[in-house]
């Protein structure tokens, strides 16, 4: 029996890897923006009391460590620093930023001006809870929103609950960001939260395109050639060259019986 060409075309299509079945899997769709922003609020909805319990363990494990720690760890050069920068940006004179913190006898602000007016409001804040405590709260709700944030893309992308879960846990526990936050003070947390931002409302493209892409033609024949590349039979064609008929036992016979020319003939 003769296969049809369809049923040729479906043989002759090379299987998916393991590999590739799951990545095919894994990968979800491109999702408008207001679609994000739905399954985002479904999901904060749906883990708030998980989320919240993670941040309020974070904020306590940072204000505790900040009380118990020796002062010269609690109020280091750089915590002094801020909290003197958000006096300075909260004065008349908040132009004068750098060289009053040249004129100081703790090491002068070396960094871009906005996270002395970030830390500003706290620092006028602070009644009974120390400077140097309350100088730490942006950069504590920036690596919790940063937490967050990374929940939120890996739930997204893998759709893996648990795994979300432990990057903001191995995120926010690890000896690094709690080294930063709770003895330094450094606001790193502040300029990451929009770097992580901007990737996750970057539009990945949609399947139209990817297919767009899958489709991009192959070098003509012409162009083969001038690359030394001579093109090869198609599966197709090679299959039809393999289902041409041969000669049946009796044409063969027939062919075999033909009389050769005599002697005569051939001299």
């Known amino acids: 029996m003769v296969p049809t060409r369809a049923s040729e075309e479906r043989e002759l299509t090379p299987p998916l890897s393991p590999r590739q079945m799951m990545v095919t899997s894994l990968a979800p769709a491109a999702e408008s923006g207001s679609q994000a922003i739905i399954l985002t609020r479904a999901l904060l909805r749906q883990e708030a009391r998980w989320l919240g319990g993670i941040a309020l363990l974070y904020f306590l494990l940072v204000v505790t460590t900040v009380l118990a720690l020796h002062a010269y760890f609690s ?12 006096k300075s940006a909260l004065s008349s004179d908040w132009a004068g930023l750098y060289a009053q913190s040249r004129a100081d006898r703790y090491w002068p602000y070396a960094y871009p001006p906005l996270h002395a007016f970030v830390v500003a409001p706290f620092v006028a804040a602070a009644g009974t809870a120390p400077e140097w405590l309350m100088v730490r709260v942006p950069p504590l709700l920036f690596d919790v929103a940063l937490g967050v944030l990374l929940y939120i893309i890996v739930a997204h992308k893998t759709r893996a609950q648990n795994l979300a ?11 690094v960001t709690w080294y930063d936050t709770a003895v330094q003070g450094h606001f790193e947390a502040e300029w990451l939260f929009f ?13 139209t395109r990817r297919g767009e892409q899958n489709l991009t033609p192959s070098p003509s024949p012409t162009r083969r050639g001038e690359q030394d590349l001579t093109p090869s039979p198609s599966p197709t064609m090679r299959e039809e060259q393999n289902l041409t008929p041969s000669p049946s036992p009796t ?12 002697p005569t003939r051939r001299g």
Do not use: I, K
């Not at 879960?165 to 000896?175: A, E, G, I, Q, S």
């Not at 901007?198 to 949609?206: G, I, R």
């Open 75 to 86: 109020q280091t050069w750089d915590v002094v620093t801020f909290v003197n920068a958000g």
């Open 165 to 175: 879960r432990l990057v903001m846990l191995v995120w926010l526990f690890n000896p």
């Open 195 to 207: 770097v992580v931002l901007a990737y996750y409302l970057t539009p990945s493209p949609s399947p």
């Open 251 to 262: 044409r063969r016979g027939e062919q075999n019986l033909t009389p050769s020319p005599s």
